[in-house]
């Protein structure tokens, strides 16, 4: 007996049609937006919202993917110069719904991946300033430095905030789903909590990994397996 011949499922003809949209929307963005520096193979979801009058303060390299629902801005600065406020090098992808919100440095170093939903910014809501008026009036504070190391993973629903100073995540981090990361860890660390820890890191010393100040199973954070298996 011969053996029946397995049907895969074509492809919904509307998802071939999304990916012409976003296609055409990135040649169209790479190609009429004034970026400081913009790269090749830019891949822009057409509901995006990047505002085009702040690009001008804005690096991207090559082959950077920005998901649907993702909003990437640079604040209103008084200090109209030609420096990059925010840098995403190659290779970088934002997920789905991420905001990053730059005012004064958010650098993305190659290959970080942010999961969806991620929110990085380098600023607070003031709220000190005048307590009668509303928050929304107050403006926003001096805030401080993001940067985030190569090859780095943030997971779902986490948050990279800096109020002031410098918050540097070095090469190769995971960062848990859901995790608040308000300060700098060094290379090759797997951060989780609110505020976030180290659970472990890899030691380049010892050539092994080391458990950080918590003890908690991997599984608990929520880290998806593919990420475990890499993080071992």
């Known amino acids: 007996m011969c053996p ?13 049609v999304r990916r012409a949209l976003v296609r055409l929307y990135s040649l169209w963005v790479s190609a009429t937006y004034p970026f400081a520096s913009l790269g090749s193979n830019l891949s822009i979801h057409f509901g995006a919202d990047v505002s085009k009058t702040r690009v001008h303060r804005m690096k991207w390299g090559n082959s950077v993917t920005i998901n649907k629902d993702a909003t990437v801005r640079v604040e209103l600065l008084l200090d109209e110069t030609d420096e990059p406020v ?3 090098e190659d290779e970088c992808i934002i997920g789905p719904r991420c905001a990053i919100s730059a005012k004064n440095s958010i650098y993305l170093e190659r290959d970080v991946v942010l999961a969806p939903s991620v929110l990085i910014q380098d600023h607070s809501h003031a709220y000190k300033k005048d307590v009668r008026q509303t928050i929304r009036h107050q403006g926003i504070t001096e805030g401080g430095r993001i940067r985030i190391g ?3 993973w943030i997971g779902q629903g986490s948050v990279i905030h800096c109020d002031q100073g410098e918050l540097t995540l070095g090469r190769n981090c995971v960062v848990a789903p859901n995790s608040l990361v308000n300060r700098s860890f060094p290379a090759y660390s797997l951060i989780a909590g609110n505020p976030a820890h180290v659970i472990k890191q890899f030691d380049a010393a010892k050539g092994a990994w080391v458990l950080g100040s918590s003890r908690r199973a991997e599984t608990e954070i929520g880290l998806p397996q593919a990420e475990l298996q890499a993080s071992r």
Do not use: E
Not at 4 to 16: A, I, Q, S, T, W
């Open 86 to 88: 925010l840098v995403i």
């Open 4 to 16: 029946r011949k397995v049907r895969h499922p074509m492809d919904d003809p509307l998802n071939l």
């Open 150 to 152: 190569q090859g780095s």
